[in-house]
């Protein structure tokens, strides 16, 4: 996880979510059918791509049923002079991993190159679907120390 070598599909070895990748479908189909869609641009061979499968497996634990999650191996994006906006390449900026968020009107609403927070994503889709926001996050203290006493008890 912490290297750039190839080892395999980064979001079944990494995420523990195998289910990822092959997409169940397209962009052009998410944004017929009004539905937000998550693109996530990688490389299997990237060690920021393989730290960020998690954060992208965690999202769709939460959201997988009413968004489509879209991985896009960047080496799989067709080569050609241009591209339409139903087609990924029109989205893609030459980062991995890159983060491209559509709401139901197909807007994009989050266009986030490198590494995204689970937070940051999460605070844009509770936008999309109306959700309240993330209650704060409480202040972390750090605990006390346990006194040792030192007297010896007679």
Excluded at 38 to 51: E, H
Excluded at 107 to 122: C, I
Aim: glycine share 6%; with cysteine.
């Amino acid at each position: 996880m912490n290297d750039d070598k190839f080892e395999g599909n980064i979001f079944a070895l990494y995420a523990g979510n195998g289910s990822l990748v092959p997409a169940r479908g397209t962009l052009a189909e998410s944004l017929q059918n009004h539905k937000p869609a998550l693109l996530v641009f990688y490389i299997d061979d990237s060690k920021d791509c393989k730290q960020f499968a998690t954060v992208v497996s965690s999202l769709q634990a939460i959201y997988g049923r009413v968004a489509d999650f879209i991985p896009v191996a960047v080496d799989a994006i067709p080569r050609q002079p241009s591209y339409q906006p139903t087609e990924v390449g029109y989205y893609y900026q030459g980062v991995v991993p890159q983060t491209v968020l559509f709401d139901q009107t197909g807007k994009v609403v989050l266009n986030a190159p490198g590494q995204l927070s689970f937070e940051k994503a999460d605070d844009v889709l509770r936008q999309v679907f109306n959700r309240e926001p993330r209650p704060p996050a409480p202040d972390l203290k750090q605990r006390s120390i346990n006194e040792f006493n030192s007297e010896l008890a007679h």
